[in-house]
């Protein structure tokens, strides 16, 4: 018997209303999984969106990225 049989056999012998907290753990771990998938693919995008900008010349210096408050 495979993984998926074994869970399957278990929430089978569960009442009604555990099986339905079963499956909101599973849409839990499915938002999980898809929300970390979608951070990686912005991070890849990030990353190849400045490739080869660490070379260039900026005519910004680290005072200008400081913001004064009055």
Request: no cysteine.
């Amino acid at each position: 018997m495979n993984l998926v049989e074994t869970i399957i056999e278990q929430v089978q012998k569960l009442p009604g209303p555990q099986q339905g907290e079963v499956l909101n753990f599973v849409e839990y771990l499915q938002a999980k999984a898809e929300k970390h998938e979608r951070k990686d693919w912005s991070n890849l995008s990030l990353s190849s969106a400045i490739r080869g900008m660490e070379d260039e010349q900026t005519p910004y210096t680290l005072a200008d990225l400081k913001e004064s408050f009055s």
